[in-house]
């Protein structure tokens, strides 16, 4: 059986997820929009993904699963993440049509193996996907698992009706599940203007919408740094 180590950040106590190479389950997808960032020096405009998955055989001491989540830039090209990380999970190559239109929300309820490290400040982060044979049905397409977390899809074009004065079911919906985002994910995708916290502009995505519903500019923050994230991801 596998340690579940722990992390202490203040006064907050964290299950931290093993190294290793752990079974896991997708079960939340998240658009987080476009936002200025930068790395090296170098400022450019990223449109970040997240993945998050659920990990069956490592339980929590309340009995949950563990579960752990990966930022991936939202790009196709041969050298990103993304692309690397899809085509060891699909453990085949993209079609034609798949590279016109992919769709990150296929891999919701899909099962595979997660690489798991750990970064110098003690978080687990996910190093690599990796082909899960027993994810495959008989016909060697990934199957739909089921999952003790609710999956769900974040679609920020449906979050954005919000903000263009558009709202309906599908936008509420999106309002739920952005609820139970991480807060740095939440501050990417809507910005930060709290008392006493540093000031974080909404992604592109969502200032586009505030201007199409006729809000004034100043109620976008003015843009400054993005927080740091929680792991050492590298923005690419």
Same mark, same amino acid.
């Given at each position: 059986?596998?340690?579940? !180590?722990?992390?202490?950040?203040?006064? =907050?106590?964290?299950?931290?997820?093993? +190294?290793?190479?752990?079974?896991?389950?997708?079960?939340?997808?998240?658009?987080?929009? $476009?936002?200025?960032? *930068?790395?090296?020096?170098?400022?450019?405009?990223?449109?970040?993904?997240?993945?998050?998955?659920?990990?069956?055989?490592?339980?929590?001491?309340?009995?949950?699963?563990?579960?752990?989540?990966?930022?991936? =830039?939202?790009?196709?090209?041969?050298?990103?993440?993304?692309?690397?990380?899809?085509?060891?999970?699909?453990?085949?190559?993209? =079609?034609?049509? *798949?590279?016109?239109?992919?769709?990150?929300?296929?891999?919701?309820?899909?099962?595979?193996?997660?690489?798991?490290?750990? =970064?110098?400040?003690?978080?687990?982060?996910? #190093?690599?996907?990796?082909?899960?044979?027993?994810?495959?049905?008989?016909?060697?397409?990934?199957?739909?698992?089921? #999952? $003790?977390?609710?999956?769900?899809?974040?679609? !920020?074009?449906?979050?954005? +009706? *919000?903000?263009?004065?558009?709202?309906?079911?599908?936008?509420?919906?999106?309002?739920?599940?952005?609820?139970? !985002?991480?807060?740095?994910?939440?501050?990417?995708?809507?910005?930060?203007?709290?008392?006493?916290?540093?000031?974080?502009? /909404?992604?592109?995505?969502?200032?586009?919408?505030?201007?199409?519903?006729?809000?004034? *500019?100043?109620?976008?923050?003015?843009?400054?740094?993005? /927080?740091?994230?929680?792991?050492?991801?590298?923005?690419?």
């Amino acid at each position: 059986m596998a340690m579940n !180590l722990k992390f202490d950040q203040g006064d =907050t106590e964290y299950e931290v997820v093993p +190294k290793g190479e752990h079974k896991a389950i997708c079960y939340r997808v998240v658009d987080a929009g $476009t936002a200025e960032e *930068e790395y090296q020096g170098e400022k450019s405009n990223k449109h970040k993904i997240f993945l998050f998955w659920e990990l069956p055989e490592l339980k929590m001491q309340d009995g949950r699963p563990m579960s752990i989540f990966a930022q991936y =830039t939202a790009s196709l090209n041969e050298k990103s993440n993304l692309y690397k990380a899809s085509m060891a999970w699909m453990n085949r190559g993209f =079609t034609a049509e *798949e590279k016109q239109g992919f769709d990150p929300s296929m891999f919701l309820g899909k099962g595979c193996k997660l690489a798991v490290d750990h =970064t110098v400040n003690g978080r687990a982060k996910v #190093t690599a996907v990796l082909t899960a044979p027993s994810a495959f049905d008989e016909n060697e397409q990934l199957k739909n698992l089921p #999952t $003790t977390n609710e999956q769900a899809v974040f679609d !920020l074009e449906e979050y954005c +009706k *919000e903000f263009s004065g558009q709202p309906d079911e599908s936008s509420k919906r999106a309002c739920d599940i952005f609820d139970e !985002l991480p807060r740095f994910i939440q501050y990417r995708i809507a910005g930060c203007d709290e008392v006493g916290k540093e000031i974080v502009p /909404p992604c592109f995505e969502i200032q586009a919408a505030l201007k199409r519903g006729g809000a004034d *500019e100043a109620k976008a923050p003015p843009a400054k740094d993005i /927080p740091e994230m929680p792991d050492d991801d590298i923005p690419f």
